[in-house]
């Protein structure tokens, strides 16, 4: 776990905020005043990933970017399994804590699944979503053939699938404080002029030990046990999202999650959905093309803002 007032040199300069409504210390990023954004990170990032785009929508709404268990500045408790299941339960106990309504979704990565197993739960609480190279899927008809065929072809997932059967899974992500480059660079980061040792301790600095690493451990190996559970919402929290206003902004050089698999599934729950490609940024899209993702997301929430006169 980070220490609660570390910024990386200024880089993250953002008041830690903690619940410990999920159980364990919940550190989150609140700032700024208005509409709620919520910035869900995945694997193996946290709040850091954000720290573009909350410091360019904090000025007009209230952004919040919480770190899931095993992450960032949160606990990493023993005795709990990290599956998709136990991160969406977390969130939602984050979310009834600090009583958000009007939520914007910004998801990336397996923050996906993650908002959208809370935008199941809670359909009357989320007001748009935006995917960021991120899945935003349910336990819906076509997910199951898109996971399969994007593992395939995918680096990362191939060698989740390899080394789980050859036993190494454990042994490589305890060691995620070490390897963080090469799992950022396997998954798709394209700007390697950013790499500085403040941006690799950013990084690295969740996972020192590896009692450290059962977040960034949980989601891989959640993944080749098929443990991981996507929510399925029922019929009148199914309309209510979908037809919510929704954009999938997606960086076409990600070697992880391919659009072709994906962006469909995002058409087919949001029918009136816009994509947005970016061709020279990869997964880590938010770290490749910040400038151009925050002035997407801006005009998305200020085209879909519902004045109150």
């Known amino acids: ?43 193996p990032t946290w709040g850091y990933l954000f720290r573009h785009l909350i410091r ?8 919040i970017a919480p770190d899931h268990m095993g992450f960032g500045k949160s606990e990493t408790p023993a005795g709990r399994t990290y599956w998709l299941q136990d991160h969406i339960d977390n969130l939602e106990k984050l979310v009834l804590d600090l009583d958000l309504q009007d939520i914007t979704l910004v998801m990336h990565d397996f923050g996906g699944p993650a908002g959208m197993g809370l935008a199941a739960r809670h359909p009357g609480r989320i007001s748009r979503v935006v995917s960021i190279n991120g899945p935003v899927a349910f336990g819906q008809p076509g997910l199951q053939a ?10 990362w997932f191939r060698w989740i699938l390899q080394a789980a059967k050859e ?32 941006w690799l301790d ?29 929510e399925h919402p029922n019929a009148a929290a199914l309309e209510k999202i979908s037809a919510l206003p929704a954009i999938a902004i997606w960086g076409t050089a990600d070697h992880t999650l391919h659009g072709k ?34 002035e997407l997301i801006s005009r998305f929430l200020e085209a879909t803002t519902v004045s109150v006169i």
């Open 1 to 43: 776990m980070i220490p609660r007032d570390e910024t990386f040199k200024g880089t993250y300069p953002f008041a830690p905020h903690f619940s410990a409504a999920p159980g364990f210390n919940m550190h989150y990023v609140d700032e700024g005043k208005g509409p709620v954004v919520l910035c869900l990170h995945g694997e």
């Open 56 to 63: 360019e929508l904090s000025d007009t709404h209230r952004v």
């Open 146 to 155: 898109a996971l399969e065929a994007n593992a395939r072809e995918s680096p």
């Open 167 to 198: 036993e190494r899974l454990k042994s490589v992500l305890n060691e995620s404080g070490y390897n963080i480059l090469s799992t950022l660079k396997l998954n798709g980061f394209e700007r390697n002029e950013l790499i500085t040792p403040t």
């Open 202 to 230: 950013a990084y690295g600095a969740p996972f020192p030990t590896p009692a450290d690493c059962a977040g960034v451990l949980g989601w891989a190996a959640g993944f080749a046990a098929g443990a991981h559970q996507f």
């Open 261 to 294: 698999y994906f962006l469909p599934l995002f058409q087919s729950l949001f029918r009136e959905g816009e994509v947005y490609e970016l061709p020279h940024a990869g997964h880590y899209s938010l770290e490749d093309a910040p400038d151009a993702i925050g």
